[in-house]
């Protein structure tokens, strides 16, 4: 088979774009807004905060019981039987790197996404 | 033709697939605090997970002074002057508290505990103290009555008890560090609590890594200043992680050993940056308590320590040794920049 000169054009269109496309593979961030509810380390859901239309509860079990609300661009713990109900005294989180956690149940809600140009804000 | 075609869709995956270094994550609740931890590299999920979390959990049953029976709690629990021999990993970290103890001049103290029992920052019995009650426990707070021989501590004064609170999520950043760097990982983030943080090597597209400096005064995780950086760690004390309010006056978390009451700092926050986790962690904690002058003179007197202060009337102040890795980003929110 002989390569013709415009399929020489194409294999360099190509390998110029994958070459982007792997510089940019590491840096790629999540998507903002995203409610990740974690337990004993396993993720159980991830929500896209800006999609809730109507509120929604979310219920986990565990040592303890944790009753989670999210609502659109919002999520909390809204109760618990924890013995400290830390976790409900939080209230809402809202923003990309704000957390909540269930420390006795092992539960943990982040929200993911594009910091605004950074990898972590120190002291957050 | 139809090979060229096969080429142009098999090539980019092949690329994907074989260049970008494998990422791992865990995110999970220990030491009192959520730890979460991105590398990338060689099997570094498994890595992760099956030898990083139990090891911080390790660590976890080792530094607590919550649960009964567990190393620190017999150490409390015990009789004046009574020896208790404990794991070689707790009076390793017990030493080192009362290294950073002596450095700062008892700023930073371990022995804090019985203040900080009174006002249970962090917990459900979170309270204001009487001054009486305060004053009675003060002498109790003092590291040099720590007596450490091999593997056996003990106090030489009764009711005293050590929390390891404020250097325990910087030795495990240490730990954290050391082992992913043995398991020949060569870049990550991972920060314990948010308060102690640290970077391995540089990002996976070779760039520095970028960590905001949080604004005291943001609900939201908006930053003063963005600090790029490679293979450091950073920890942040600041009045706005943990406080109350009570007839009209803010109480926080970092309490001052001298007084018993929350410090009353000329800072809102400190940020230590070092390559070392603990000392991080335990000179954010002495420097926020020092205030702005101390701390510069203090941090002088420490090799290879930089800091960031953020101070009560809205300035940013940095480190000459930092000021190239710092771009200051708190004009619009009121706050000013200076080097020193």
Redesign the interface.
């Known amino acids: 088979m002989k390569f013709a000169k415009g399929d020489y054009v194409i294999v360099a269109i190509v390998l110029i774009a994958a070459c982007a496309l792997w510089l940019s593979f590491p840096v790629k961030k999540g998507q903002n807004g995203v409610a990740t509810i974690l337990q004993n380390g396993k993720i159980i859901r991830q929500i896209q905060l800006k999609e809730i239309n109507k509120p929604e509860t979310i219920r986990l079990g565990g040592t303890y019981h944790n009753t989670i609300i999210v609502e659109k661009g919002r999520i909390r713990y809204q109760s618990a039987d924890c013995p400290d109900k830390i976790c409900v005294h939080t209230g809402w989180i809202s923003y990309v790197g704000q957390s909540a956690a269930c420390l006795p149940n092992k539960t943990i809600i982040r929200i993911t996404g594009n910091l605004d140009g950074v990898d972590f804000v120190s002291g957050s | 033709?139809r090979?060229?075609w096969g080429?142009?869709i098999i090539?980019?995956l092949f690329?994907?697939c074989s260049?970008?270094?494998q990422k791992g994550q865990?995110?999970?609740?220990a030491m009192?605090?959520?730890i979460?931890i991105t590398a990338?590299g060689n099997d570094a999920q498994k890595i992760l997970?099956k030898e990083m979390?139990p090891r911080i959990n390790q660590l976890d049953s080792l530094l607590t002074n919550k649960i009964s029976g567990a190393p620190l709690d017999r150490l409390n629990s015990s009789a004046t002057g009574k020896n208790v021999t404990l794991p070689s990993e707790t009076v390793k970290v017990l030493s080192l508290s009362l290294e950073y103890a002596k450095k700062t001049n008892g700023i930073f103290d371990p022995t804090i505990a019985p203040i900080a029992d009174l006002w249970g920052f962090?917990?459900?019995a979170e309270c204001l103290p009487s001054s009486e009650e305060i004053t009675k426990r003060l002498p109790l707070v003092n590291y040099r009555n720590v007596v450490i021989s091999q593997n056996q501590v003990s106090f030489t004064q009764k009711g005293m008890k050590m929390d390891l609170g404020g250097i325990g999520k910087g030795y495990a950043s240490d730990i954290v560090s050391d082992l992913l760097r043995k398991k020949g990982i060569k870049s990550a983030?991972f920060?314990l609590g948010?308060?102690s943080?640290g970077v391995i090597g540089k990002?996976?597209?070779g760039?520095l890594?970028?960590?905001?400096?949080?604004d005291?005064d943001s609900?939201?995780?908006?930053?003063i200043g963005?600090?790029s950086c490679s293979d450091i760690m950073?920890?942040?004390?600041?009045d706005y992680?943990q406080y109350f309010i009570a007839d009209g006056i803010r109480y926080h978390h970092i309490l001052d050993p001298k007084t018993g009451f929350s410090a009353k700092s000329s800072l809102r926050?400190a940020?230590v940056v070092c390559p070392n986790g603990a000392m991080a962690d335990a000179y954010s904690t002495a420097v926020f308590i020092m205030g702005e002058k101390a701390a510069f003179d203090f941090c002088k007197s420490q090799k290879g320590v930089g800091l960031i202060l953020v101070t009560q009337d809205k300035r940013v102040i940095v480190s000459k040794a930092l000021a190239s890795q710092f771009v200051f980003k708190g004009k619009d929110k009121g706050y000013t920049y200076e080097i020193r």
Do not use: H
């Open positions: 033709m090979r060229i080429f142009i090539l980019p690329l994907l260049c970008a270094p865990v995110s999970f609740t009192n605090t959520v979460d990338y997970e979390t962090g917990t459900s983030l920060s948010g308060s943080s990002k996976t597209d760039s890594w970028k960590i905001g400096i949080k005291p609900q939201a995780n908006e930053f963005i600090l950073i920890s942040t004390s600041g992680e926050s940020t």
